[in-house]
């Protein structure tokens, strides 16, 4: 039997050999190669092959077959799978140093804690057996006093971060961050009224994380009705109501510290607007942050898309059908709802939200479904850092953790004021 191949070889895309198939065994006659344009010449080889047999002698039985050549897998052309990788191996690379990051946390300080002990006191509290040979003053370090302030400083920095990307994509402006709406000025009018004036001891010793939380839903509600004039919330409406019911509510809290005339309630309420951990223990408001931040990272990870077509522009996401103002309104509601939880139970820490986004758009892209993700791991390993550094760099005195954060944000935000000066230049 004689059988006419065609395959792709090297550089050649199309070629035909001739075999004898007999017995098992092939034994090749004629070779015709070439372009698409020469397979009429590689046919002619066949041809001929099969004549020489015929005047040889005997008869053959012939049949001339075309096999169509492998399909070849698709080229990623928009670059998707490379993009998928490579968030892949960042995801498994900030979660293992999100793990090392809470051990070395809670095993720093002033008393140091190895970090196999610290392990063993942690799987020894959730239930994993083992010899507990550790002494009751470092079960107490670890458990009571380290782990719970490192959980919250991982949560306040995703929080913080998440609402960033977010913030950045509905104004589309490269510098918003999560303060920008105004909440944290209301957080912190809320907490000055309970520290000076005792505002809200019916909540006894939660009376701080509850009267800075109402007051930044008071400051979310406010920035929506003025942003809302006119029946529609912009972009840009949002950021001028943000920006004006800001600067009103640091007001009041400045007013509410000169009124209150107790030099020792205006250093409480400086420093507590400075942003701290110290207030972390495992109860209710942790639990609070921990549901409120994880929900809201997993729900804006599903939005990821439409966060794509708003960061573009509202013709765009008309156009992909998505409705602005409707989502605007929704996502304004969970970042003042995540915002409001995070300023309550740690005071305002600044720049995390607007450092850690562009971190995240350099390592992923500009995907919001990956960055998201991303951006709250980064947000989560700085916040523990810049802690522990707060706790150790001056000890026994404890660094207000704005201020950590703020000399590792002001450097950047030049630099990306640098950049975009050379983009439009």
């Not at 470092?138 to 302030?149: N, Y």
């Not at 205006?266 to 207030?279: E, K, N, Q, Y």
């Not at 409001?340 to 600044?350: C, K, L, N, Y």
């Not at 450097?411 to 050379?422: D, E, G, N, S, W």
């Amino acid at each position: 039997m004689l059988v006419m191949y065609r395959r792709p070889i090297g550089d050649v895309s199309r070629y035909i050999v001739i075999v004898r198939r007999a017995e098992g065994a092939d034994k090749v006659l004629a070779k015709g190669a070439g372009e698409e344009g020469d397979l009429a010449s590689a046919r002619c080889d066949a041809r001929v092959a099969v004549a020489s047999q015929l005047q040889q002698g005997g008869r053959v039985a012939t049949d001339v077959r075309t096999t169509a050549p492998p399909r070849r897998p698709p080229a990623d052309v928009l670059g998707l799978a490379a993009g998928r990788r490579r968030t892949t191996w960042w995801l498994a690379g900030l979660t293992a140093a999100l793990l090392l990051s809470v051990v070395a946390g809670v095993g720093i300080g002033a008393v140091p804690v190895p970090g196999g002990t610290v392990a063993r006191v942690v799987a020894h509290h959730v239930g994993w057996p083992g010899e507990r040979t550790w002494s009751a003053p470092v079960d107490a370090i670890v458990w009571q006093v380290r782990l719970p302030r490192v959980l919250l400083g991982a949560l306040v920095g995703a929080g913080l971060a998440v609402c960033g990307v977010v913030l950045q994509a509905m104004v589309r402006n490269v510098l918003a961050d999560p303060y920008l709406l105004g909440v944290n000025s209301g957080a912190s009018s809320g907490a000055a009224a309970a520290i000076l004036f005792g505002v809200g001891a019916g909540f006894a010793e939660h009376a701080l994380q509850v009267t800075a939380f109402l007051g930044a839903l008071a400051a979310s509600l406010l920035v929506f009705l003025v942003a809302r004039t006119g029946g529609r919330v912009t972009s840009v409406r949002l950021l001028l109501a943000g920006v004006a019911v800001g600067y009103a509510l640091y007001a009041l809290t400045s007013f509410l510290i000169f009124a209150s005339g107790s030099a020792e309630g205006a250093r409480s309420v400086m420093f507590w607007l400075l942003g701290s951990l110290g207030l972390a223990r495992w109860d209710l408001p942790l639990a609070v942050v921990a549901a409120v931040v994880l929900g809201a990272t997993a729900l804006l990870t599903l939005w990821g898309r439409r966060l794509d077509a708003l960061a573009v522009g509202d013709e765009t996401a008309h156009t992909l059908g998505v409705r602005p103002e409707r989502f605007r309104l929704v996502l304004l509601v969970v970042v003042a709802l995540c915002i409001g939880v995070v300023v309550s139970a740690a005071g305002s820490i600044g720049f995390v939200g607007l450092v850690v986004p562009h971190l995240a758009r350099r390592a992923v892209g500009g995907a919001h479904v990956r960055v998201v993700v991303v951006a709250a791991v980064m947000g989560a390993i700085l916040l523990i850092w810049a802690d522990v550094l707060a706790r150790t760099l001056f000890a026994p005195q404890e660094v207000p953790i704005g201020i950590i954060t703020s000399l590792v944000g002001a450097p950047f935000l030049l630099v990306l004021i640098r950049r975009l000066h050379a983009t439009t230049a």
